[in-house]
């Protein structure tokens, strides 16, 4: 059996995957607990139309995918002030936007229907040197945002207007996590996949929240759930020639499957 280690794609896939199952739940807790996961297949649409850009203009399609999934989110942001009642219509518009360009933008590739292919579902075999550069520039802006702003997080995720009152900036949060929401959707693409990033976001959580018993809680049993997911997914797609972003999805869902029906008995 060959070493998985032995390879310096796995190395830098392994580097990634760990990087982005730490972060996801930072995010993910936020958007799961404000009721919006949608965001995430909002913005994950939006970045494969970013991505399918980028290959025809011929820059690094992760650019390509930040920009059109920052546009999303904001997107998102003025939908919702328009349509305050009915937030869940923003998704809607900003993902049927982002898989109408995908379908025509993609028609002008000539020559990467495989490369964008491996960006909807994953692959461990292309990351590049820069595309590790700026997950670990993520992985690391994430991280300073959830430590340094956690209590303010915590009081906009649970009670929003009484955060307004209390003077915390919440507008200003709010777009950050967007931001962040956004920005890690494209580049987790190349690991797990732009259609399947919106799971990684949610599922670690929703599994965390039948057995946790606190924010705190939810939040590093998230992490761990996420991780365990995603570098299992990533040996059993090696050794078993599986996409891994389906492998890790798959073995998320199976896990809160089985956590329900625990908890239920």
Known sequence: MDNIFAYAFMQRAFIVAVLIALIAPCIGITIVLKRLSAIGDAASHSALAGIAFGLVIGINPILGAVIFAVAAVIGIEGFRKK??????????????????????????ITDGSENLNSFMFGSIVAISDFELYMTIALAASVLIVTMLLYKEIFFITFDEPAAKLAGVPVKSINLVIMLLTAITVSVASRVVGA????????????????????????????????????????????????????????LGVITLILLMFVKNK
Request: proline residues 4%; charged residues 5%; without cysteine.
């Open 83 to 108: 349509f305050s009642r009915y937030p869940e219509i923003a998704t809607v518009v900003v993902m049927s936007a982002g898989i109408g360009l995908t379908a025509v933008i993609s028609g002008f």
């Open 195 to 250: 259609l399947m990033i919106s799971s990684l976001l949610v599922i670690p959580v929703a599994a965390a929240m039948l057995i946790a018993k606190s924010y705190k809680h939810t939040l590093v049993i998230s992490i761990i759930l996420a991780e365990a997911f995603t570098l299992i997914g990533l040996v059993l797609s090696f050794y078993l020639n599986l996409r891994p972003g389906g492998t890790i999805v798959l």
